[in-house]
């Protein structure tokens, strides 16, 4: 099975950008649905945005019209474009494929 590494996390101040993104050791092309979850101090994971093979998309509300997942099949990579970040975005970012294959995630501090 692949195997997917994040990258792309960092600090940055509330209302800045950042782009995350999941590199696969193989192809995704037959990768039905792809995500990304995050996991913030004292909190349960949650889903924050996923994607289909046909490129149809799913956000948690408290990122919508602030995040874009999306995926290149031809780089085995998905990323996750993050704007106006806010304190409260601070977390692990993990990368996940089919619901099962986990990266070992990227961490994502908003703070001035």
């Known amino acids: 099975q692949v195997q997917l590494v994040e990258s792309g996390g960092g600090l940055v101040q509330p209302g800045g950008s950042l782009r995350l993104s999941c590199a696969a050791s193989?192809?995704?092309?037959?990768?039905?649905?792809m995500g990304w979850y995050r996991r913030a101090p004292g909190k349960e994971r949650e889903l924050v945005a996923s994607i289909t093979r046909g490129g149809a998309t799913s956000y948690a509300d408290s990122v919508k019209g602030r995040f874009t997942i999306s995926r290149d099949n031809t780089k085995n990579t998905l990323y996750l474009q993050m704007n106006i970040l806010k304190p409260e975005d601070t977390a692990v970012y993990y990368c996940?494929?089919?619901?099962?294959?986990w990266g070992q995630g990227t961490q994502v501090t908003v703070s001035s």
């Open positions: 996940n494929a089919q619901f099962v294959i």
């Open positions: 193989g192809s995704i092309f037959s990768i039905n649905v």
